[in-house]
């Protein structure tokens, strides 16, 4: 164990006490991944083609599992309505806030899986 300070220089250490804060990071930030689907010319047939994309992304643009998932859990059970759970999510995170038709989207989409 590591020599006391102060006061206690000289005394023998019996341990030690912790103490832990649990806070939310100062910025929450929303994590955007792309995919591309490669696309090429067929050197046998010269037709245009194209690599798949994940199952999961179906559009240009959407909101992920993790997204959807708050969503469902802060109107349903928290029961905000969606015009607050818009200016939720711009509050914080800072880039954009949800309108209400996106978010019964992402319920939507969430609740028929």
């Known amino acids: 164990m590591r020599p006391l300070s102060g006061k206690l220089r000289g005394a023998e250490s019996t341990g030690f006490e912790k103490r832990q804060v649990f806070d939310l990071p100062k910025e929450i930030t929303i994590e955007v991944t792309e995919h591309r689907a490669e696309t090429g010319i067929c050197p046998c047939c010269s037709k245009k083609v194209k690599a ?3 199952e999961e ?3 240009p643009v959407q ?3 993790r997204i959807q998932t708050l ?3 802060l109107h349903t059970y928290q029961l905000l309505p969606c015009e607050r759970l818009g200016e939720f999510f711009g509050d914080v995170s800072r880039l954009f806030a949800l309108s209400r ?3 019964l989207d ?3 989409g969430r609740c028929s899986r």
Request: without cysteine; positive net charge.
């Open 57 to 59: 992304v179906t559009a």
């Open 63 to 65: 909101y992920g599992e």
């Open 106 to 108: 992402a319920q939507k």
């Open 71 to 73: 969503v469902i859990y």
């Open 101 to 103: 038709n996106r978010l």
């Open 52 to 54: 798949s994309f994940p």
